[in-house]
């Protein structure tokens, strides 16, 4: 038996209906974790209650005041004692071989700084056919050195990969304890940003090597309290992430330029998807973030018909995504 221990860590806030079962799927793990840690981030539903029957099954329950899931997780990331930690969202699912495959990494090449792996979308019970690992753009995953069947290894650092794509998820992630700390922990200078999870992704790919787990042992839940389903907020929050990520972290500073074209590219769809729900103030607020060289003709037209009055606005905004909608089905003609 391996002398490793491991962690998990469950940042958990009025999620008394869903944690049963993330719980359930812990606490059923093939390779069981060696402690588990519930940080109660100052719930106001009856979670406190549910903990307390957990006890008896060897849940550590820790209560903060509510400070956000970037924050409980580093409380628990303070608290734990395993040798690795591995985190999940209170609404997320554990396949029951989803430690046993973790640590099998560890065991092949105990240097992993961390780990990621693949995931399925779960809605209302129902799994997905597609993982998120298969929307990768071509040449993603290039360079990877395979570490056994299903699993590969990052030698070199693959932060700017995850500027043009962000496939890796908390509840997906085991990491090594002391590197994390030592690296600072969850980035919490994006706390209330929808893709705040993205700054410390970025923090983690800096270093290597990462381990990459290609089976989908993982189920992300998507429900109505999901603040990931909006895409212009999640596109706002992602363009936050990589300014606040380059203001902070020096070593990012070569990746500036791939770094600012990605925020400018993510904040030209937020201006998209705003001006197509007439959200007019907020297209202006959008273009306002977009250095001007950096807005393509027809985003142009689209910040000049937000500051038009009523009702011509509403006239010319139907023209402009008329226009809009033509030039796409054209380009897709042209393919």
């Not at 981030?41 to 903990?51: A, I």
């Amino acid at each position: 038996m391996s002398a490793r221990r491991i962690t998990a860590v469950v940042p958990a806030w009025n999620r008394a209906a869903l944690l049963p079962e993330t719980l359930d799927r812990i606490l059923g793990q093939e390779r069981a974790p060696d402690e588990v840690i519930v940080v109660d981030d100052g719930s106001t539903d009856s979670t406190p209650d549910l903990l307390a029957r957990y006890a008896a099954r060897g849940v550590q329950a820790v209560r903060t005041a509510n400070a956000g899931d970037l924050a409980a997780r580093n409380v628990g990331l303070r608290e734990a004692s395993g040798t690795l930690v591995a985190f999940c969202d209170s609404d997320d699912l554990w396949h029951p071989g989803f430690l046993a495959a973790m640590e099998a990494l560890w065991d092949t090449e105990p240097g992993l700084r961390a780990a990621y792996g693949n995931f399925r979308i779960v809605r209302e019970g129902s799994w997905s056919e597609a993982t998120k690992f298969d929307d990768a753009p071509a040449g993603f995953w290039e360079g990877m050195r395979p570490m056994r069947e299903g699993a590969m290894v990052f030698d070199r650092p693959m932060a700017e990969r995850l500027v043009r794509f962000q496939p890796f998820f908390p509840s997906a992630l085991v990491v090594d304890r002391d590197f994390l700390r030592g690296a600072g922990g969850w980035d919490e200078g994006v706390s209330g940003l929808v893709g705040r999870d993205f700054a410390t992704a970025l923090r983690i790919a800096e270093h290597a090597p990462l381990g990459i787990l290609w089976t989908p042992l993982v189920g992300i839940r998507k429900h109505g309290s999901n603040d990931s389903g909006d895409v212009l907020a999640m596109n706002l929050g992602d363009a936050e992430v990589l300014d606040h990520v380059l203001r902070t972290r020096p070593p990012f500073a070569a990746h500036a330029d791939a770094f600012r074209a990605s925020a400018a590219e993510r904040r030209r769809a937020a201006l998209d998807t705003a001006f197509a729900r007439g959200r007019f103030e907020e297209v202006r607020a959008i273009a306002r973030l977009i250095p001007a060289g950096a807005l393509p003709p027809l985003s142009r037209a689209k910040r000049a018909v937000a500051g038009l009055p009523e009702p011509a606005r509403a006239v010319v905004a139907r023209l402009v995504m008329a226009a809009g909608t033509l030039k796409g089905r054209l380009a897709a003609a042209r393919r």
